[in-house]
């Protein structure tokens, strides 16, 4: 299995400052159709994941363009230009270029 | 707007059975794969099966054999059939259209004798 290893586990933040989050596989995550299967989700304390980011840089609807997402091959990032109050809570990267998908541990951002 | 909203969790014992449903609304469900991933309590995310728009299924080898994914076109609903099951199954079950988004609140199953 791909072995999705994310850093740092967690990540204290000040509002209105940049935060990035990295996410690094155990192999190349470029798919034989060539692209690259990395996603980013968001879940806020007590909530359901939400996904944010698709195929390593696109913003899913309704996502801030405050997040953006970056990297190829095995290493990726997630980043927020300005961190505000409603971004806490754990960020995961995940992929689906190979089987079984699988998930990084998750980052926690906390004010 | 897409729902996605699951059902069946509860208290089991090991070694029992129990059938966790997702019942969708919003979009064509036929038309998608759809996923159940868990989340023991504190931890993160795991991938547990998921069925194409035609039936095709694919499964975590951590409950490959114990486990069912079966989706009803004619009621929009998805199924995960979960015998056998291990205390290591605890864990909050959420449904997921394919791509994994958007996601159900989750149904929580906790196997304890």
């Known amino acids: 299995d791909v072995v999705m290893t994310q850093s740092p586990l967690s990540l204290p933040v000040t509002l209105g400052q940049p935060a990035s989050i990295s996410c690094r596989s155990s192999?190349?995550?470029?798919?034989?159709?060539?692209?690259?299967?990395l996603n980013w989700f968001q879940q806020r304390p007590g909530q359901s994941p939400r996904r944010l980011i698709y195929?390593?840089?696109n913003r899913d609807s309704g996502v801030p363009d405050r997040f953006s997402g970056s990297g190829s091959g095995t290493d990726f990032t997630l980043k927020i230009s300005r961190v505000e109050a409603e971004d806490v809570g754990v960020y995961f990267c995940?992929?689906?270029?190979?089987?079984?998908?699988?998930f990084g541990g998750g980052t926690k951002v906390e004010i | 707007q897409v729902q996605l909203v699951e059902s069946g969790g509860g208290v089991v014992q090991p070694g029992r059975s129990l059938r966790l449903s997702c019942a969708a609304s919003?979009?064509?469900?036929?038309?998608?794969?759809m996923h159940w991933v868990r989340q023991a309590p504190g931890k993160g995310l795991e991938w547990v099966a998921v069925?194409?728009?035609?039936?095709?299924?694919k499964y975590a080898d951590s409950v490959k054999g114990r486990f069912t994914i079966s989706r009803d076109n004619s009621k929009n609903t998805l199924h995960l059939q979960m015998n056998s099951l291990r205390v290591e199954d605890t864990a909050v079950y959420y449904c997921?259209?394919?791509?994994?988004?958007?996601w159900g609140q989750g149904t929580l199953l906790t196997v304890s004798s």
């Open positions: 997921a259209r394919d791509g994994l988004t958007p």
């Open positions: 919003g979009f064509t469900f036929s038309s998608y794969a």
């Open positions: 069925i194409s728009y035609d039936g095709g299924e």
């Open positions: 192999q190349s995550l470029v798919h034989s159709d060539g692209n690259t299967y």
């Open positions: 195929k390593v840089s």
């Open positions: 995940m992929q689906h270029t190979h089987w079984p998908l699988t």
